[in-house]
């Protein structure tokens, strides 16, 4: 395996740990206004990832520059070929992140409730069209002799892509649910290990519509069938261990399913980055897109060096802010806040 190769299995491991830590923050901002009914309990929900899910959109960060850097021909023509849907895709990241720091910038009901519909779109929308645009790298959009995109808007909503847009968001939304059956309690982990139950086996079916759509139009290797098949089986067990209040082993499940998506559809992508419809000679491959070989042994170099640090930092993060979440807990925190600062004297 050259560093060409290595370099596209690294892009692969970004976005599907990408998806494995935000898909999660995307489903609890989908379904905040859901599983809390008052004030209190969406803002429950809301801390629940309050410390993690800048730290989370990392990794979509790196995934893009490892693109741009590995792979500047996958890059260009990729980037300029969906250039309205990421264009939709950096306003929904940056409503849902304004969405965070500004709701509580003011009291009125009318002030919150539009931040929270600006989250909830922009939580919706993300995976929707990353999902898209993933689902039709292996089913091809046309591309011209000169690797440059040939099609209109209409050519890059392929019924794959499309299909995989919304399995991305129904796991999402799934992998939130569980989540908040971990990270909270009372009537928000009530209602969002019921909102699970019903999820968990939509979920289960539409992986397996998935895998059976992929292994019908895909060229599937042993390995991507492998991962298919588990990720069936983890959406499969996820009911299980919901019904269990086993929310540790079901949001692992959930993580899996949502790996095993992103992996599949690179695995049967490589050696291509994208297929042309126009013509099987105008796909891009690992190969004709890569960068000089001196530039990705220092990119190899770099990633050995800080990826190990950003896995500790983020490891210890998740440990810091492992406790749930309650409402008392905020009106705790807010009757402190509150409470007025008493001067101790000093002995002069």
């Known amino acids: 395996m050259g560093l060409a190769d290595f370099w596209f299995f690294v892009i692969a491991v970004l976005w599907t740990g990408f998806f494995v830590l935000e898909g999660f923050d995307f489903g609890v901002g989908m379904l905040f206004g859901v599983v809390g009914r008052t004030d209190a309990e969406r803002r429950v929900a ?9 730290g989370n959109e990392v990794w979509l960060i790196v995934a893009g520059a490892g693109m741009f850097s590995a792979f500047p021909g996958w890059y260009a023509t990729m ?4 250039y309205l849907p990421l264009v939709l895709l950096l306003v929904a990241l940056i409503v849902r992140g304004l969405s965070f720091e500004y709701r509580g910038k003011h009291g009125g009901a009318r002030w919150r409730r539009v931040w929270d519909w600006l989250r909830v779109g922009g939580s919706l929308l993300a995976p ?22 040939a099609g ?6 392929t019924p794959y892509g499309l299909y995989v847009g919304c399995l991305l968001v129904l796991l999402c939304a799934l992998h939130g649910a569980v989540f908040l059956t971990m990270k909270t309690d009372g009537e928000v982990r009530r209602r969002s290990e019921e909102l699970a139950r019903r999820l968990a086996p939509i979920g289960a079916l539409a992986m397996l519509a998935f895998v059976i759509w992929t292994l019908a139009a895909m060229d599937n290797r042993v390995i991507a069938v492998v991962i298919e098949v588990a990720a069936v089986l983890a959406a499969g067990g996820v009911l299980w261990f919901v019904r269990a ?4 082993r079901a949001f692992a499940l959930t993580a899996v399913t949502l790996a095993g998506v992103v992996l ?3 695995i049967d992508l490589y050696p291509h980055v994208m297929v042309s419809s126009t013509n099987s000679a105008y796909d891009l491959t690992v190969g004709n897109t890569s960068s000089a070989s001196y530039a990705l042994t220092v990119m190899t170099i770099v990633l050995a060096v800080l990826l190990p640090v950003v896995l500790v930092y983020q490891g210890w993060s998740y440990y810091v802010f492992r406790s749930r979440i309650t409402v008392d807990d905020l009106e ?3 009757a402190e806040q509150d409470a007025p600062q008493v001067e101790t004297p000093t002995g002069d």
């Open 245 to 248: 209040g086993s929310s540790g």
């Open 46 to 54: 809301i801390n629940s990832i309050g410390p993690v899910w800048d």
């Open 264 to 266: 599949t559809i690179f």
């Open 332 to 334: 705790q925190q807010e």
């Open 79 to 82: 980037f300029s070929a969906f």
């Open 152 to 157: 209109n808007f209409a050519d890059l909503l």
């Open 128 to 149: 929707l069209l990353i999902g898209v645009a993933l689902g039709g790298l292996p089913s091809g959009v046309p591309i011209g002799s000169d690797h440059e995109y």
